[in-house]
């Protein structure tokens, strides 16, 4: 099982875009959040590892039943020690991630939510998304490089009263049996 979650590692590194002179660290999950307030990993790589706060992380996870792909977007570091760091899950409720629907180019921020769902919100109304499209990120913001597969779209909400779409999506990676994950080490931004 483990060969096959490393194997599926391995996949998003060869398969994605990533900005020139990206490493890649992988690490084990080590401790996860104990209440649905908060979505968080430790992870066992840390600023001796070459890890900083605010780098991409990734994984993949056994695709069960009706699932979806088991590769893509898990969140971002944000607080590191020399042999660890805590990685910020996209499904917390503090985070937010540029994305764009795959097909139709819509674009939009995605968004967690306390009950561990996520939502693509500000996705102009005029814009048809069916259900079924990938959702991947953007780019934009400085800390997700694009083209990483975020989740699919499950429902598409509109109301004539708001002027976005709210779409409801399921993860790519199954958040509940995350074991392993890779960082993706940027280089940094020369000012």
């Known amino acids: 099982e483990e060969n096959l ?52 992380v990734v994984g993949a996870t056994p695709t069960a039943g009706e699932s979806v792909a088991g590769k893509g977007l ?43 769902s996520l939502i693509m919100d500000y996705v102009d109304r005029d814009i048809p998304v069916e259900p ?11 800390i997700y490089p694009p083209d990483i597969p975020i989740g699919i779209v499950t429902s598409v909400g509109e109301e004539d009263v708001n002027i976005y779409k709210e ?6 990676v199954d958040f509940r049996v995350l074991e392993e994950v890779m960082v993706l080490i940027v280089p940094e931004q020369q000012e």
């Open 5 to 56: 979650r490393l194997k599926g590692l391995l996949d998003l590194h060869d398969k994605a875009t990533y900005p020139e002179g990206t490493e890649f660290t992988v690490a084990s999950v080590v401790a996860k959040s104990p209440t649905r307030w908060q979505s968080w990993i430790m992870i066992d790589r840390g600023s001796s590892d070459g890890l900083r706060a605010d780098l991409p």
């Open 132 to 142: 079924k499209r990938v959702i991947v990120t953007s780019g934009y913001g400085g």
């Open 167 to 172: 779409i409801e999506l399921q993860a790519f």
């Open 74 to 116: 898990v969140g971002k570091i944000t607080e590191v020690t020399a042999h660890g760091a805590k990685v910020q899950l996209i499904t917390d409720s503090s985070s937010s991630v540029a994305a764009k629907i795959q097909g139709s180019r819509a674009e939009g921020i995605v968004e967690g939510s306390v009950s561990g």
